[in-house]
């Protein structure tokens, strides 16, 4: 990654984990926390790695991944703007369990393993955070074993699509740029498949891609 920067309370006030603590708690925060630039493509963490830093996303996409020794890829989730990283290895003192590689170029926050410790213990608001965003991951893997073992392919891409959207006012639309190639990583298809699924989907009226993202109707729930 390129050469750090310091971070500035404005910015820790983005995140949703540091949300409603004041500015005389999130000054120390601040002091302890580095901004670094990761480039397109380029590896964050890598798996096996010791834990020494959490990662806050302020600008980017990065995805989460797993790999074998014949470089098979299967992609676990994708991460964007005020999520987080790292945070596992702080709780249970284990080496990295995945590789984070940049989507596209990310500003990531980051603060070391002792440090978030420290906040975590003087910040009751900020652990609970913590703990709720561990169990929501817990609940994601749960819906992602669920769909590979008992949905077909175009179910896993009907449920991964809905798992990403949000509300924009006119409906449901999935924003965050994904590749047909990840989409098939993270549900354990080929890339082929994926294209003629969603090819699939846009004749039937179900999803719609335009150029702010994917556009799902409500009938897709059907699937």
């Known amino acids: 990654m390129s050469t750090s920067t310091p971070v500035s309370v404005t910015a820790l006030k983005t995140f949703p984990i540091f949300q409603g603590l004041s500015d005389e708690k999130l000054q120390p925060i601040a002091r302890c926390a580095i901004m670094r630039r990761a480039p397109r493509g380029s590896s964050v963490v890598s798996a096996g790695d010791r834990t020494d830093y959490v990662y806050f996303v302020l600008t980017g996409s990065l995805k989460v991944l797993v790999s074998d020794e014949d470089g098979r890829e299967v992609i676990l989730t994708m991460i964007g703007q005020g999520e987080l990283f790292g945070e596992m ?29 420290r906040i975590l213990q003087e910040n009751f608001e900020v652990a609970l955070h913590l703990m709720r965003n561990l169990a929501r991951r817990l609940r994601v893997a749960d819906r992602k074993i669920e769909s590979l073992a008992l949905m077909d392919v175009y179910g896993r891409v009907a449920r991964l699509l809905l798992d990403m959207a949000a509300e924009d006012g006119s409906g449901r639309v999935v924003k965050r ?39 799902l109707c409500d009938s897709i729930d059907d699937l």
């Open 177 to 215: 740029k994904i590749s047909k190639q990840d989409i098939a990583k993270m549900i354990g298809a080929s890339r082929e498949m994926v294209s003629r699924v969603m090819k699939d989907l846009q004749v039937q009226g179900l999803i719609k891609e335009t150029d702010d993202g994917i556009v």
């Open 89 to 117: 290895g702080v709780v249970d003192e284990e080496p990295r369990s995945a590789t984070v590689v940049a989507v596209t170029p990310a500003d990531l926050v980051t603060i070391s393993k002792t440090d978030f410790r």
